[in-house]
């Protein structure tokens, strides 16, 4: 079945270091990608998407782009901030249902 | 604009006890699905209403159901609570059913079986 991949955290950053977490996905034919955060004690938040291959997604600093050679949707962020210390879930909405999300990367980001 | 809002915050049962959560959708948006997260992993599928109709389930066993009013609003009833119940619960809504449409989550309940 379908299924989303990400690195293993916690990783661990000083501030304003580059970011990236890796995520790649298993899916039959053309899902939407989606990358949410969660802050400590909150639900998710939309980060950012993308429904086609070669879209890019950006919000707030953060990128990712739809490879669909390779099924990745890595997350980068050119120079971290402390603020920006969450969990990151990598995801797919394949079907009109369900989110297929990732276990999700835990990012600490130190002054 | 109101967001996505969801009751109680927190919530402690106890096994076998029957429980009840509550969500409002996001204005305009027809579609409310209903996750679990567990403490450390990733947010688990559990169904989607559309319409006031089920539309899609995950794998979880009958004794979770739910239902979705004509204003959109939504409920997840859990019967005979099991200590493994215990997680986050998330709703979130969207304004359609298309792929591309970006699902918007509530904060969430706590639920704690004791």
């Known amino acids: 079945g379908d299924s989303v991949t990400q690195m293993e955290g916690p990783v661990t950053l000083s501030e304003e270091a580059f970011l990236t977490i890796n995520c790649t996905y298993t899916a039959t034919g053309y899902p939407s990608l989606f990358w949410y955060v969660q802050y400590p004690g909150e639900g998710l938040q939309l980060l950012l998407k993308?429904?086609?291959?070669?879209d890019k997604g950006s919000n707030k600093g953060f990128e990712a782009t739809y490879r669909k050679e390779t099924t990745s949707f890595h997350l980068e962020k050119g120079s971290v901030q402390v603020s920006d210390s969450a969990v990151y879930f990598c995801?797919?909405?394949?079907?009109?249902?369900?989110?297929?999300f990732g276990t999700g990367t835990r990012l600490q980001v130190f002054p | 604009e109101t967001g996505v809002t969801q009751s109680p915050t927190h919530l402690i049962k106890t096994r076998g006890q029957q429980v009840t959560l509550r969500c409002s959708s996001q204005s305009g948006h027809n579609t409310v699905s209903w996750y679990q997260q567990a403490l450390g992993q990733g947010p688990q599928f559990i169904f989607q209403?559309?319409?006031?109709?089920?539309?899609g389930r995950g794998n979880f066993p009958p004794r979770f159901s739910g239902l979705q009013f004509p204003n959109y609003s939504s409920e997840l009833n859990v019967n005979a609570l099991e200590l493994d119940d215990s997680a986050l619960y998330l709703c979130a809504s969207s304004p359609a059913q298309r792929t591309t449409d970006t699902q918007y989550f509530g904060p969430g309940t706590r639920l704690t079986v004791l």
């Open positions: 995801a797919l909405r394949q079907n009109t249902d369900k989110l297929i």
């Open positions: 993308a429904t086609k291959a070669d």
């Open positions: 209403y559309y319409r006031e109709e089920e539309n």
